[in-house]
């Protein structure tokens, strides 16, 4: 008896009728980029709504406003994002939220920040008060230790504006993929420049080095298996903060 | 050859009938084949229809997905490109299978992870056992796949003693309750919340005892539930949306986290693919990752999608296996008339425009692939005699949506022609009563008269009907009845109205 590998292929060869088959051609007529550059106004604003659409909390800043506002989101008293301020930043109503344990964090101060090591340290040198804990491949926290970390600070290799996803590529400034999985709230630097409009044009870009880990995201974690309510951040980070850097 | 498209005569039932009235805790418990289990769809379909709970759950629910795919397809102005390119993509796959099968073990070799070849079901679930004894561990944490669903590994593991645990929270709804998924995407789509609600407070152990019923509490209370499990596990084990055949790339799209948290956390991720997930290179992604999420859950894009390629030294998982199943697949590729159904995505859009499916539910068709997509494939996987393929009303919706292009109702009509070849020569009871009922129409409706006098018939039936509706007509039409309501003749016909009111005139 031939073993399961050599079996299952000459069964597919037989189901194939024994012949060498012609290679389909693909018509690729769809849109392979779209009509905005990447970075312009019109993508950046379709990125805003659409990860506003998700649920997302959305900042645009300047590379200098940028550790200001890291403060702003996780310094423990400082003011925090509510319902009644919109502007730049949206906010999501939190009115059904039943006890502290299901609030997420963001509505909290956060006590303790993870970054990946290659993350620009001018960013998160005005937390102060907040523990600052670097991971890195090489020095890696175990996951239980970022259960009690509060929140995550990252960079992003791409974002696709017509589908209000960031994808993150594992390089040291985006670090491992447990670090912007387990803590409860992720803070997202995205740089205008790195905003495109569809799909193919991420896909384009990280064909560079497909071995890397890649995390799409595309708003907070959901669930909408219980009749069909969605329910933001079910496993993932709660609250997803996305600062736009031009 | 001549193509009946009613339904089939009767047919040997399976079994009992599932009990799947909501309401109560249990479900239709776990059969020992995930392809085929419970009544004959016939059978099952009568008892879902007269479960007007599960009519309401599953209408609000198929309109309400409906509606948002349309309106996201509807922003894609390249949408038929995509169809097109998608659908050829996977026939391209099909046709180059073994090279692109090789190519994708070679890479993923290459990037450090173990390739695993399974015939059939018991083949891949011993394999998956074997894996995770070997890490000396007796619980792995699951992201939601259909092709583990389809092996039954879950039952397999457990006679091991290695417990499964489900994190996806339909697929974990699913499994506390002892039931079966009735929803490729939305397996517990049959449950309200109060259901949910009472499962949890039963089943498991560290619920909140006052949990109620809103859905942002019950997901609160499976994530503080399973985060545990994700902390603590050693192996997990996932499916496969796509495979990259020339990076090694594999793909899972998902949006609780849940398959984030068991693809990146364990020491060793085992994963089961069936053979025909392949793509061919990473550029195809941009096809898929556009057509999935939109026809799947009505949404853009998916808040997850995770992408890995073998091993990636201090990130994630540190031993990899994949899986490559077969179970009835070389079949399907053998048969060219219903091979495409191997282009098959799994984004559930047919379930949902599907009126059988919209009526009747999941757990209907007896087999964990439901809905017009499973009344192809799932006949098809197995080889067995089937009364799936007539479980439609071939209307066409399902090919409307479908992102691949599968044309599901040609195919359900060449199986429906085979059924009948099988049956032989020998006309059965339906065949024999069809014959003389067209004769006697024929005969009928040749003169005025005798077509007046015949058009009366019907109204002796009205003394058989309840609030309008006959259930059940007397030999040879109860094989009508047997599977669908008579509406009550009228009181008078058209043609004695007409003369009526003329003579009124």
Same mark, same amino acid.
């Given at each position: 008896?031939?073993?399961?590998?050599?079996?299952?292929?000459?069964?597919?060869?037989?189901?194939?009728?024994?012949?060498?088959?012609?290679?389909?051609?693909?018509?690729? $007529?769809?849109?392979?980029?779209?009509?905005?550059?990447?970075?312009?106004?019109?993508?950046?604003?379709?990125?805003?709504?659409?990860?506003?659409?998700?649920?997302?909390?959305?900042?645009?800043?300047?590379?200098?406003?940028?550790?200001?506002?890291?403060?702003?989101?996780?310094?423990?008293?400082?003011?925090?994002?509510?319902?009644?301020?919109?502007?730049?930043?949206?906010?999501?109503?939190?009115?059904?939220?039943?006890?502290?344990?299901?609030?997420?964090?963001?509505?909290?101060?956060?006590?303790? =920040?993870? $970054?990946?090591?290659?993350?620009?340290?001018?960013?998160?040198?005005?937390?102060?008060?907040?523990?600052?804990?670097?991971?890195?491949?090489?020095?890696?926290?175990?996951?239980?230790?970022?259960?009690?970390?509060?929140?995550?600070?990252?960079?992003?290799?791409?974002?696709?504006?017509?589908?209000?996803?960031?994808?993150?590529?594992?390089?040291?400034?985006?670090?491992?993929?447990?670090?912007?999985?387990?803590?409860?709230?992720?803070?997202?630097?995205?740089?205008?420049?790195?905003?495109?409009?569809?799909?193919?044009?991420?896909?384009?870009?990280?064909?560079?080095?497909?071995?890397?880990?890649?995390?799409?995201?595309?708003?907070?974690?959901?669930?909408?298996?219980?009749?069909?309510?969605?329910?933001?951040? =079910?496993?993932?980070?709660?609250?997803?903060?996305?600062?736009?850097?031009? | 050859?001549?193509?009946?498209?009613?339904? #089939?005569?009767?047919?040997?039932?399976?079994?009992?009938? #599932?009990?799947?009235?909501?309401?109560?805790?249990?479900?239709?418990?776990?059969?020992?084949?995930?392809?085929?289990?419970?009544?004959?769809?016939?059978?099952?379909?009568?008892?879902?229809?007269?479960?007007?709970?599960?009519?309401?759950?599953?209408?609000?629910?198929?309109?309400?997905?409906?509606?948002?795919?349309?309106?996201?397809?509807?922003?894609?102005?390249?949408?038929?490109?995509?169809?097109?390119?998608?659908?050829?993509?996977?026939?391209?796959?099909?046709?180059?299978?073994?090279?692109?099968?090789?190519?994708?073990?070679?890479?993923?070799?290459?990037?450090?992870?173990?390739?695993?070849?399974?015939?059939?079901?018991?083949?891949?679930?011993?394999?998956?056992?074997?894996?995770?004894?070997?890490?000396?561990?007796?619980?792995?944490?699951?992201?939601?796949?259909?092709?583990?669903?389809?092996?039954?590994?879950?039952?397999?593991?457990?006679?091991?003693?290695?417990?499964?645990?489900?994190?996806?929270?339909?697929?974990?709804?699913?499994?506390?309750?002892?039931?079966?998924?009735?929803?490729?995407?939305?397996?517990?789509?049959?449950?309200?919340?109060?259901?949910?609600?009472?499962?949890?407070?039963?089943?498991?152990?560290?619920?909140?005892?006052?949990?109620?019923?809103?859905?942002?509490?019950?997901?609160?209370?499976?994530?503080?539930?399973?985060?545990?499990?994700?902390?603590?596990?050693?192996?997990?084990?996932?499916?496969?949306?796509?495979?990259?055949?020339?990076?090694?790339?594999?793909?899972?799209?998902?949006?609780?986290?849940?398959?984030?948290?068991?693809?990146?956390?364990?020491?060793?991720?085992?994963?089961?693919?069936?053979?025909?997930?392949?793509?061919?290179?990473?550029?195809?992604?941009?096809?898929?990752?556009?057509?999935?999420?939109?026809?799947?859950?009505?949404?853009?894009?998916?808040?997850?999608?995770?992408?890995?390629?073998?091993?990636?030294?201090?990130?994630?998982?540190?031993?990899?296996?994949?899986?490559?199943?077969?179970?009835?697949?070389?079949?399907?590729?053998?048969?060219?008339?219903?091979?495409?159904?191997?282009?098959?995505?799994?984004?559930?859009?047919?379930?949902?425009?599907?009126?059988?499916?919209?009526?009747?539910?999941?757990?209907?068709?007896?087999?964990?692939?439901?809905?017009?997509?499973?009344?192809?494939?799932?006949?098809?996987?197995?080889?067995?005699?089937?009364?799936?393929?007539?479980?439609?009303?071939?209307?066409?919706?399902?090919?409307?949506?479908?992102?691949?292009?599968?044309?599901?109702?040609?195919?359900?009509?060449?199986?429906?022609?085979?059924?009948?070849?099988?049956?032989?020569?020998?006309?059965?009871?339906?065949?024999?009563?069809?014959?003389?009922?067209?004769?006697?129409?024929?005969?009928?409706?040749?003169?005025?008269?005798?077509?007046?006098?015949?058009?009366?018939? #019907?109204?002796?039936?009205?003394?058989?009907?309840?609030?309008?509706?006959?259930?059940?007509?007397?030999?040879?039409?109860?094989?009508?009845?047997?599977?669908?309501?008579?509406?009550?003749?009228?009181?008078?016909?058209?043609?004695?109205?007409?003369?009526?009111?003329?003579?009124?005139?």
């Amino acid at each position: 008896m031939s073993d399961a590998r050599t079996e299952m292929l000459s069964r597919i060869r037989t189901a194939l009728g024994g012949s060498a088959p012609e290679p389909a051609e693909v018509p690729r $007529v769809y849109r392979s980029v779209g009509e905005h550059g990447a970075g312009s106004d019109a993508v950046l604003e379709l990125l805003v709504d659409r990860l506003v659409d998700y649920k997302a909390h959305v900042h645009r800043v300047s590379a200098a406003e940028l550790p200001a506002l890291l403060a702003e989101l996780l310094l423990p008293g400082a003011p925090k994002a509510d319902p009644g301020r919109s502007a730049e930043g949206q906010v999501v109503g939190s009115s059904d939220y039943r006890s502290p344990d299901i609030l997420p964090t963001t509505r909290r101060a956060a006590r303790s =920040v993870v $970054v990946p090591s290659g993350i620009d340290r001018a960013w998160v040198a005005g937390l102060a008060g907040v523990e600052v804990f670097r991971d890195s491949r090489e020095a890696p926290l175990s996951a239980v230790e970022l259960d009690g970390i509060d929140a995550v600070v990252t960079a992003a290799r791409v974002a696709v504006a017509e589908t209000g996803t960031i994808v993150l590529d594992g390089a040291p400034d985006q670090g491992r993929r447990a670090i912007s999985l387990v803590p409860d709230v992720h803070v997202c630097v995205v740089r205008t420049s790195q905003v495109v409009q569809t799909v193919p044009e991420a896909v384009r870009l990280l064909d560079a080095d497909p071995g890397r880990p890649l995390t799409w995201i595309s708003g907070p974690s959901a669930t909408s298996d219980i009749e069909l309510d969605r329910v933001e951040g =079910v496993h993932g980070p709660r609250t997803l903060h996305v600062a736009l850097v031009s | 050859m001549s193509t009946f498209l009613g339904m #089939p005569a009767m047919r040997a039932g399976r079994g009992p009938s #599932p009990d799947a009235a909501p309401g109560t805790l249990g479900g239709v418990g776990r059969p020992e084949d995930p392809l085929h289990w419970g009544a004959t769809f016939p059978d099952a379909a009568k008892a879902a229809l007269e479960n007007e709970q599960l009519r309401r759950n599953l209408g609000n629910a198929t309109r309400t997905i409906r509606t948002k795919r349309a309106r996201v397809v509807g922003e894609v102005p390249d949408w038929e490109a995509l169809r097109d390119a998608g659908s050829a993509i996977k026939a391209d796959v099909l046709a180059r299978l073994p090279e692109l099968l090789e190519t994708l073990e070679r890479n993923v070799t290459a990037r450090g992870g173990v390739v695993h070849w399974a015939r059939d079901a018991a083949e891949a679930n011993r394999i998956v056992a074997d894996l995770v004894r070997a890490k000396e561990t007796d619980e792995v944490v699951k992201v939601k796949s259909m092709a583990t669903q389809e092996i039954g590994l879950n039952e397999a593991l457990a006679e091991e003693g290695i417990a499964a645990v489900e994190t996806d929270l339909a697929e974990l709804i699913v499994q506390l309750a002892d039931d079966m998924p009735s929803h490729i995407l939305v397996p517990a789509i049959h449950r309200n919340r109060t259901e949910i609600r009472d499962i949890f407070l039963e089943r498991m152990a560290d619920a909140p005892p006052d949990l109620t019923d809103v859905p942002r509490e019950l997901a609160m209370a499976a994530r503080a539930h399973l985060r545990r499990k994700f902390l603590s596990a050693k192996v997990a084990i996932s499916g496969a949306n796509f495979a990259v055949a020339d990076t090694g790339t594999l793909a899972v799209v998902e949006s609780e986290g849940n398959g984030r948290m068991c693809l990146t956390l364990p020491e060793t991720l085992i994963t089961v693919m069936g053979i025909e997930k392949l793509v061919p290179t990473f550029d195809d992604l941009e096809v898929f990752l556009q057509l999935l999420p939109r026809s799947s859950t009505g949404e853009r894009m998916n808040p997850y999608t995770s992408m890995w390629t073998g091993v990636t030294p201090g990130d994630g998982p540190q031993e990899f296996h994949l899986v490559l199943l077969d179970n009835g697949r070389t079949k399907v590729l053998a048969d060219e008339a219903g091979r495409s159904a191997l282009h098959c995505i799994r984004c559930s859009a047919c379930l949902n425009v599907c009126p059988v499916y919209e009526r009747v539910g999941g757990h209907a068709y007896g087999s964990v692939y439901p809905g017009p997509i499973g009344a192809i494939l799932t006949p098809q996987l197995t080889g067995e005699k089937s009364d799936l393929p007539y479980a439609s009303t071939l209307c066409g919706a399902c090919y409307e949506v479908c992102p691949v292009k599968i044309d599901i109702p040609s195919i359900l009509v060449e199986l429906r022609a085979r059924e009948v070849a099988l049956a032989g020569s020998a006309p059965d009871a339906g065949d024999r009563v069809w014959k003389a009922a067209m004769k006697a129409a024929s005969f009928a409706m040749a003169d005025g008269d005798r077509f007046r006098r015949a058009a009366r018939v #019907p109204r002796a039936l009205r003394a058989i009907s309840r609030h309008g509706v006959i259930k059940r007509l007397p030999f040879p039409g109860s094989l009508w009845t047997r599977s669908r309501d008579l509406p009550e003749p009228p009181k008078q016909t058209f043609r004695d109205w007409w003369a009526e009111r003329e003579d009124e005139r």
